[in-house]
């Protein structure tokens, strides 16, 4: 059962960075700014989900040692973060948009 979630987790971590490949390259190429601006968001919401999932592998799904526990917490901040940001800079950008 163990390795079960541990393997749903690493292949959620690997759609996560997929999407957030795919929005980087979506972003780079937009000429409009509305569409720029969406694109940067759901690129931020999917790279937060990365990150959310990367803490959760290492603090929960590994044995902890100082070092694995500091980065894990690190990464659950900043994916937070990056959460937030992504879905507040949508709802701006969608508002902008119609």
């Known amino acids: 059962m163990y390795e079960i979630i541990l393997n749903g987790v690493f292949v959620l ?3 996560s960075l997929v999407f957030s490949i ?6 780079r190429r937009q000429q409009q ?7 940067q968001a759901k690129q931020n919401i999917a790279m937060g989900t990365m990150l959310v999932l990367l803490s959760i592998y290492l603090l929960y799904l590994m ?12 990464f659950l ?4 973060f990056n959460l937030f940001a992504g879905f507040r800079n949508q709802s701006f950008y969608r508002s902008k948009q119609d």
């Open 13 to 15: 971590i690997a759609v």
């Open 22 to 27: 795919y929005y980087s390259i979506k972003y």
């Open 33 to 39: 700014p509305v569409s720029r601006g969406i694109y």
């Open 63 to 74: 044995p902890g040692t100082n070092m694995r526990i500091t980065i894990g917490v690190l």
């Open 77 to 80: 901040l900043i994916g937070l």
